[in-house]
């Protein structure tokens, strides 16, 4: 039971950590271009890597499952133009109906 | 920019956008109550978990690490891993937040995944007032999922099954492909960060990847030829 507790709280502080230390150190501080620059790119990075991993990532292992033609139907959505609620919804309606009869 | 109403208004605006995610969020959070509550937890520490933690990914990993036999340590270690994507994303936003150290702390605890997502203008800019207002259904949903989880640990909320975990990457996937239109050197990092997630995903801890993956953006540092 400690052990539990150990680590909700430990897990808790780090947490908070984490998303406090980017916004006290760069925050309110005029930086040189090169950073914005930089700073600029971190989303399309993050969000990159954010669809690669929660969509072929699977507890450390690459995998070609149902959510990949979900996002794959998603991202055709969104070429054709498709509203982003209406991808999103696609996306997951498409899992669901793989995931219910394959 | 200067009366309260507006920036109420952009608030609301901001948790409006967050009500499909703050759906799935609310199917996760009963995932993460029974979980939990099937592993002995009781019904008081996981909802002070989801409480004071508020973060799907890490409260699942420490889900997993002691579910597994592992120590409290493994534990905090797999969750700052999985959680260090925040410190980027901080980073990102940190030139829209407000007020002093500790104020710009406390805001900073509103970035999770879906609301710095939304909050995102593209070509580096937040919008500060919706990531708040999104974070707040989000919170909420969040622990209110934990509660009936745990409360009715039979009932198994199944995310997977109506397909409401693709929701997150199909959304990321949407504001990618309008920063994709920025041109081609975001198209160049996008295709940097996709590569090097890909490698690394059999390689190492989850939550490492899309770390790595931020290493893409130094081709900020090259300048642009216009």
């Given at each position: 039971m400690t052990t539990l507790w150990v680590a909700i709280l430990g897990v808790a502080l780090a947490s908070a950590a984490i998303k406090a230390l980017g916004p006290v150190l760069v925050g309110g501080k005029e930086l040189p271009?090169?950073?914005?620059?930089?700073?600029?790119?971190?989303?399309?990075?993050?969000?990159?890597?954010?669809?690669?991993?929660?969509?072929?990532?699977?507890?450390?292992?690459?995998?070609?499952?149902a959510r990949a033609v979900g996002?794959?139907?998603?991202?055709?959505?969104?070429?054709?133009?498709?509203?982003?609620?209406?991808?999103?919804?696609?996306?997951?309606?498409?899992?669901?109906?793989?995931?219910?009869?394959? | 920019?200067?009366?309260?109403?507006?920036?109420?208004?952009?608030?609301?605006?901001?948790?409006?956008?967050?009500?499909?995610?703050?759906?799935?969020t609310f199917v996760l959070g009963i995932s993460f109550g029974v979980l939990a509550r099937s592993l002995g937890w009781g019904i008081?520490?996981?909802?002070?978990?989801?409480?004071?933690?508020?973060?799907?990914?890490?409260?699942?990993?420490?889900v997993a690490v002691l579910g597994a036999g592992g120590g409290a340590l493994a534990a905090i270690v797999a969750a700052i891993l999985l959680n260090s994507r925040f410190l980027p994303m901080g980073v990102a936003?940190?030139?829209?937040?407000?007020?002093?150290?500790?104020?710009?702390?406390?805001?900073?605890?509103?970035?999770?995944?879906?609301?710095?997502?939304?909050?995102?203008?593209?070509?580096?800019?937040?919008?500060?007032?919706?990531?708040?207002?999104?974070?707040?259904?989000?919170?909420?949903?969040?622990?209110?999922?934990?509660?009936?989880?745990?409360?009715s640990s039979d009932v198994v909320g199944n995310v997977e099954r109506l397909g409401l975990d693709v929701i997150f990457p199909a959304f990321f996937m949407a504001l990618l492909v309008d920063e994709l239109r920025d041109g081609w050197r975001t198209i160049a990092v996008a295709l940097i960060a996709a590569v090097l997630s890909l490698v690394l995903v059999p390689?190492?801890?989850?939550?490492?990847?899309?770390?790595?993956?931020?290493?893409?953006a130094l081709l900020g540092l090259k300048r642009r030829s216009s």
């Open positions: 271009p090169s950073a914005d620059a930089v700073i600029a790119l971190l989303a399309p990075a993050l969000l990159t890597a954010l669809v690669v991993s929660e969509t072929f990532g699977d507890d450390g292992h690459l995998v070609l499952d996002v794959g139907v998603a991202a055709l959505a969104l070429a054709l133009r498709a509203p982003v609620l209406l991808a999103v919804a696609l996306a997951a309606l498409t899992t669901a109906l793989l995931r219910a009869f394959i | 920019m200067s009366v309260g109403k507006k920036y109420g208004g952009v608030y609301l605006a901001g948790a409006r956008a967050a009500l499909p995610f703050a759906l799935a008081v520490a996981p909802i002070v978990f989801s409480v004071i933690a508020f973060s799907g990914s890490a409260q699942f990993a420490v936003v940190a030139p829209f937040l407000k007020g002093g150290p500790l104020r710009r702390a406390l805001e900073g605890q509103a970035v999770v995944d879906a609301s710095w997502a939304l909050a995102s203008r593209g070509g580096g800019r937040f919008d500060r007032e919706f990531m708040i207002g999104a974070t707040l259904p989000q919170v909420a949903a969040w622990i209110s999922g934990t509660v009936i989880g745990v409360l390689w190492v801890p989850p939550g490492v990847p899309v770390i790595a993956a931020c290493a893409a």
